[in-house]
């Protein structure tokens, strides 16, 4: 944890890392909004429970479900660092 | 007691760069304060003789001239004290670990009879390469056990083995004193496999040392020349059937025809493969022939090619045992063909089909591998014999010490694996598991699926479940297909397994997780209550069986479970809480699995039954 800041200079520091925190989480939103389908484009606004039972669950666990009748030849090891990646961008991991 | 020493004898001829490398790897992981290090040098003309006059650590031999492979070892062991042990070690090897020596020495004084140890020799890029040899008499050829599998740690005990390969060859004094060295009626190949039958029948045994795995480069000096490979290996090759054709051949006591299904993906091709592997160990001279195919339930013709040697040698084998076992559905027993007609099979519901009891009824006798199947078909009317011959699981790809690859993050992983459909009811799992926990949690469910069902649309299936976001976090594994060697890679990437479906016929999946140290959950209904209790599992409570509503139309007519998804609930909340209570719980389950529900005590329970029935 970054310490107290006890001077005016200290603050004033604290408040430029903020504002750069702020500045990079605009840019992130920006571009997903650049991505969502457009019906999505309101999700953005809303509150956390409209969005929460709004998106279900094939946005979150389902991004990668290569749904088919395809049998694919695969190792195991390739498959489960596949997956612990999905998991970890998914976030929560 | 001191160790009884050994003398390790390394035999080289050119290609110091290859000696060099193994010299270097043996000093630095050996203890050689009871070993000694013979180096014989067949006859190099390049730097080898000067660079190894310069190794003080290293005794030398000097052949004039290449000797070749058989001679020129036992030169090396005629130059050993003869209180010593011996071990043959090829200059393409690397070694790999501390405590190598030493564990082949305690291996190969583990008991009195064995006298010949090997282990496990891994290729450079990764891949096992040898956990043993065998040699069949069909065909003289011999083949290694494990090769080109992906290395995931099995064959990890010692057992015994036909023969190993001499790249590392551990033997006991005794036997060499009994035996003698090499046979000379060999140049190379063959003498190896050799050497481990005169010493089964000067009475050692021959065992591979699961603990140790050594590097082996495959630099062979007639490999690396095809024409000079060809004339060796052919010469050597009938010189072993002169020797040993006669007592390979009367090695098996008994013989059984197997109809069954083996070159695909299905629950009975699976354990066919299985169950003829361990009738063959146990000297049982199996022929086998497809009994699906056009006309049947399952009409696809099957390729020939079963990637195994010996499945391959065995479904080249002509039929003509007295006994002949359909180990399938049991709408096709009629297709048996034997004297003494067997049908073997199970179900997954409380009864069986009227067409199965039908075709059973024609049979002399009928197995099923559990009494829940049992009860099940003399309740549906079966008139003739039934016996309870258990399926089994291979405790050399299935046990807590194959290597995982365990979710970096650490999260707590629940694994169950099933191809989707009624019966192993998939929203259950999904929606209890979405339902117990917060997707904060360091808990996952990976689900691994298959689907092969055209109707279905799995994405939709879930998404129509509903489940919450800020649930437990779901992964899915989805239509992916692996060697069934890496599967145990699998299982122990796990924390706990989960089997909450309606009905089993046996449940393999479930066994093998088991048999890996996971902890289980597993519906306390079916057949798999034969080998599921709570004291390796977590039963899962029902409310009582309903109609098995399926697809399939086996099921028609009788009943399966239904478990408790509170109860479920309840467990997954449980084990995640009380994991190193579960982990221990998982642990006496690979004990238990190991002690007695592998293969070979599958195929002892087929042996005392051919036993009793006289074929």
């Given amino acids: 944890m970054a310490a107290v800041p006890e001077t005016r200079r200290d603050w004033k520091a604290e408040a430029d890392e903020l504002r750069t925190v702020v500045f990079h989480l605009r840019r992130k939103l920006l571009a997903l909004a650049m991505v969502l389908p457009i019906e999505s484009l309101p999700l953005l606004e809303a509150d956390p429970e409209t969005i929460e039972s709004a998106v279900d669950l094939g946005d979150l666990h389902l991004l990668d479900f290569d749904d088919g009748l395809r049998m694919v030849e695969s190792d195991v090891a390739t498959e489960l660092r596949l997956l612990w990646a999905r998991l970890a961008v998914r976030g929560g991991a | ?615």
Wanted: glycine share 8%.
């Fill in chain 2, 1 to 615: 007691m001191s160790p009884r020493r050994v003398s390790i004898i390394v035999l080289c001829w050119n290609r110091w760069q290859l000696t060099a490398r193994c010299l270097e790897t043996l000093r630095q992981h050996t203890d050689l304060t009871d070993a000694e290090v013979l180096v014989v040098d067949n006859g190099s003309t390049d730097e080898s003789p000067q660079r190894l006059a310069a190794l003080d650590w290293v005794r030398t031999v000097r052949n004039e001239t290449n000797l070749g492979f058989v001679r020129g070892n036992n030169v090396g062991i005629e130059a050993t004290d003869s209180s010593h042990d011996v071990l043959l070690l090829n200059n393409d090897v690397e070694i790999l670990s501390d405590g190598w020596l030493d564990e082949l020495r305690r291996a190969a004084h583990e008991a009195p009879d064995i006298g010949v140890v090997g282990c496990r020799l891994q290729l450079p890029d990764g891949r096992l390469l040898h956990a043993g040899t065998f040699i069949l008499p069909d065909t003289m050829w011999g083949q290694q056990i494990g090769a080109l599998e992906a290395d995931v740690g099995q064959y990890a005990a010692n057992r015994d083995v036909q023969g190993i390969v001499f790249a590392c060859a551990y033997l006991k004094r005794e036997m060499v004193t009994a035996v003698g060295g090499l046979s000379l009626d060999y140049e190379s190949y063959f003498e190896d496999t050799d050497y481990c039958l005169r010493a089964q029948r000067a009475g050692f045994r021959t065992i591979c040392c699961g603990k140790v795995t050594i590097l082996h480069h495959e630099h062979g000096s007639t490999s690396d020349d095809p024409k000079m490979f060809e004339r060796v290996f052919s010469r050597s090759r009938a010189t072993f059937r002169k020797s040993w054709q006669a007592e390979l051949d009367s090695r098996y006591s008994r013989s059984i025809d197997w109809q069954s299904i083996l070159n695909f993906s299905t629950g009975y091709a699976m354990s066919s493969r299985e169950i003829l592997r361990a009738l063959e160990a146990a000297g049982v001279k199996a022929s086998y022939s497809y009994v699906y195919g056009k006309g049947t339930p399952f009409p696809l013709e099957e390729p020939e090619n079963s990637g195994d040697y010996l499945l391959n040698v065995i479904s080249g084998r002509k039929a003509t045992a007295a006994a002949s076992v359909v180990y399938g559905q049991g709408d096709v027993f009629i297709k048996n063909r034997g004297s003494r007609r067997i049908g073997y099979t199970m179900l997954e519901v409380d009864g069986f089909p009227a067409e199965w009891v039908r075709q059973a009824n024609q049979m002399d006798e009928i197995w099923v591998p559990t009494a829940f199947n049992r009860d099940g078909f003399l309740e549906s009317g079966l008139k003739r014999p039934i016996h309870v011959i258990p399926l089994g699981v291979d405790i050399d790809h299935f046990h807590p010490g194959i290597k995982s690859h365990p979710n970096p993050h650490g999260d707590y992983v629940f694994l169950t694996n099933f191809e989707w459909g009624e019966r192993k009811q998939p929203e259950l799992i999904l929606k209890t598991f979405n339902q117990t926990f917060r997707r904060d949690e360091p808990v996952v469910l990976v689900c691994k699926v298959i689907n092969r069902n055209g109707s279905l649309q799995i994405k939709k299936l879930i998404q129509a479940l509903h489940l919450r976001a800020s649930g437990g976090r779901i992964a899915f594994i989805f239509n992916r297909e692996f060697p069934y060697a890496q599967l145990g890679s699998l299982y122990r990437s796990a924390d706990c397994y989960v089997s909450a479906g309606r009905g089993e016929g046996w449940d393999m999946p479930l066994m093998e997780a088991m048999a890996c140290g996971l902890p289980s959950i597993a519906t306390n209904w079916g057949a798999h209550t034969e080998f599921v209790h709570a004291g390796t599992s977590y039963p899962l409570e029902t409310r009582g069986t309903i109609p098995a509503k399926a697809l399939c139309p086996y099921y028609d007519g009788f009943s399966w479970a239904d478990p408790d998804p509170e109860h479920l609930r309840f467990l997954l909340r449980y084990i995640y809480e009380n994991r190193e209570e579960a982990s221990a719980l998982g642990l006496r389950a690979a004990a238990e699995m190991a002690a007695e529900w592998t293969w070979d005590h599958a195929a002892r329970r087929i042996v005392a039954r051919l036993d009793a029935i006289g074929a």
